[in-house]
C-alpha cells in the first residue's frame, strides 16, 4: 500500500468579496439584457456596444475589488481559543484594539482585532469539521484586511501569524 502525501502545508490565499461576484452577475445579466433588447429594435450600434461593455465591466467588478480591497484568509487547525492565543504570541508588542462591529468579511467572526503597525484588521472563525476529520484538518480561519499600502510590512506581518498559528500544533482531539 502506498504511502498517504503528506498534507500541504495552509498559506495565505486572497478572496474576494461577495458583494463583487454580485456586481459581476447584474452587469452580466442588464447589459446582455439591454444588447438583445436593442437588437430585436434593430439598432445594431447600440447593441454592439452594450455587448462590448458586457464583456469587459462585469470582469471589472470583480478585477478592482481584488486589488483596491484585498482581503486574505489562511485556514488553521487550531479551535478559535488556539487562534486567539497564538495571535497573541505572534503580536506581542504590538498594540492592538478589539472590534465591535463585525461587518463584511468579519461578519461569521468569533473576534476581531484591529492593529495599528502595520494598520489592519486581523478576525477568526470556526470551520464546520466533517464526522470524522484527520488531526491536522482546518478548525478554524484567519481572514486579515489590510488598511496599510506597505506591501513589505503586510507581507512580513502575515509571515509572522502564519508561522505562529502554524507552529501551535492542531488542537487535541
Known sequence: MPPTPPVPRPTWTRRVAAWSFLLFFVSLMLLTYFAVYYSNKGDLV?????AALASVIPILFVLVPYYVFPIW???VPLPPEGVAAALSR???GIRADPVGERDGPFARCVSVVRFDTPACTVGWYSVPLP???????P??????????RDRRALAAFRETL????????????
Open 46 to 50: 447600440t447593441t454592439g456596444y452594450l
Open 162 to 173: 502564519a508561522r505562529s498559528l502554524l507552529e501551535s500544533g492542531p488542537a487535541p482531539s
Open 73 to 75: 484568509a489562511i485556514p
Open 90 to 92: 505572534a503580536t506581542e
Open 139 to 148: 478548525r478554524s480561519t484567519v481572514v486579515l484586511r489590510p488598511a496599510s
Open 131 to 137: 464526522p470524522h476529520p484527520p488531526p491536522d484538518a
